[in-house]
């Protein structure tokens, strides 16, 4: 059956702004942030500590994040690829943090300068740092499905990537498909093998990362994925307020799947997320015209009359 209860990971102001070429104010994040707290999200990714050069966008992160401290009852986390990008997000005080690995090899040298398991090599003290911190620590996994470069992405190379991250301790997997074009079948077939391969763990004695799952809208599947992974027993969706997004260095990366629309298929569905729609759509509202352009959300727009 379905979960009673999904937990929203939203990405916006991460993964939805750091496409955005035009740098987006500091108090325009920070209240974006405020504004989706208020909505009743409860998990909302604030920033990453990369280099600024790669991702310009958030290259405020050290201004932005004691912006942030009056929220609370919400988590923030925040990326960080290496140790450097740690120890900027400890001297903040954040108390939760993700890694993100890549299942192909053209994408980890373009998104990370590094092979595959050079990239593991590169988390595996961050992710052990960040666990006697105390912190919480998401591993991510991009081009779980396809690859722009590699074409469709074997279910086995993404299973041996999910088990080191997973070995490594990371309380919690997602599971991207950053340029969106997985399909429900495809989710299924991976998240079978998954299971086959003890992710998540089950039993009486399940120990190891849950899974959420990260699903990109370029061929209009995000929603239809989701619905698989909820069949498939996953109850932590990423999803991005108005579907802003994009991975800059992932070409064809378009938009998240939209939090509204998410919302609207979940709240169909009776599941609950906590989140006031009503308030979340004219957050996103709010954002699109800071942006300059309409939310490509349907939801949105529908919510909005136009
Ligand atoms: P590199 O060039 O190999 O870096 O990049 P390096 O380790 O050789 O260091 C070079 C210089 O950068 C050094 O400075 C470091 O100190 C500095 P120098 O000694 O030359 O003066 N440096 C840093 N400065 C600030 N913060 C840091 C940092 N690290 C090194 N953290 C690196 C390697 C990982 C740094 C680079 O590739 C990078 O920043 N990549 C980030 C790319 C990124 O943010 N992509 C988007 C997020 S992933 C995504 O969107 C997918 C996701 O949504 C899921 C999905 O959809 O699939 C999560
Ligand atoms: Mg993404």
Not at 226 to 245: E, I, K, P, R, Y
Not at 279 to 305: C, D, K
Request: glycine fraction near 12%; include cysteine.
């Amino acid at each position: 059956g379905l979960p009673a209860r999904v937990r929203i990971h939203e990405v916006g102001p991460r993964d939805g702004l750091q496409n955005e070429s035009a740098i987006v104010p500091v108090e325009v994040k920070a209240e974006f942030i405020g504004r989706l707290a208020a909505a009743g999200l409860t998990t909302v990714e604030a920033t990453s500590f990369v280099h600024p050069k790669w991702v310009p966008q958030l290259a405020d992160a050290e201004e932005l994040y004691p912006r942030l401290d009056g929220l609370s009852g919400v988590r923030l986390p925040v990326l960080v690829p290496n140790a450097r990008g740690l120890e900027r997000a400890l001297a903040l005080g954040a108390r939760e943090v993700a890694v993100f690995a890549s299942a192909t090899e053209s994408f980890a040298h373009a998104n990370l300068n590094r092979t595959v398991d050079g990239a593991l090599e590169m988390f595996e003290p961050v992710v052990a740092r960040a666990k006697r911190e105390g912190l919480r620590v998401r591993g991510y996994l991009s081009m779980c499905f396809g690859d722009p470069w590699e074409g469709p992405v074997p279910v086995d190379q993404v299973v041996r990537v999910c088990r080191a991250l997973a070995g490594m301790g990371c309380d919690e997997l997602s599971l991207g498909d950053t340029i969106g074009v997985a399909t429900p079948g495809h989710v299924h077939a991976l998240l079978a093998a998954l299971r086959t391969a003890g992710l998540p763990a089950a039993g009486p004695s399940a120990a190891g990362p849950t899974l959420a799952v990260h699903f990109h809208d370029t061929y209009g599947q995000a929603l239809s994925n989701t619905l698989a992974a909820l069949q498939n027993g996953v109850a932590t969706v990423d999803a991005s307020a108005g579907g802003l997004g994009g991975c800059p260095y992932a070409k064809s990366a378009t938009g998240n799947l939209a939090t509204e629309d998410l919302v609207w298929m979940l709240n169909g569905l009776g599941i609950e997320t906590g989140v006031d729609l009503a308030a979340l759509s004219a957050t996103s509202h709010w954002m699109a015209e800071r942006l300059g352009r309409p939310s490509p959300s349907r939801t949105v727009r529908a919510l909005a009359g136009t």
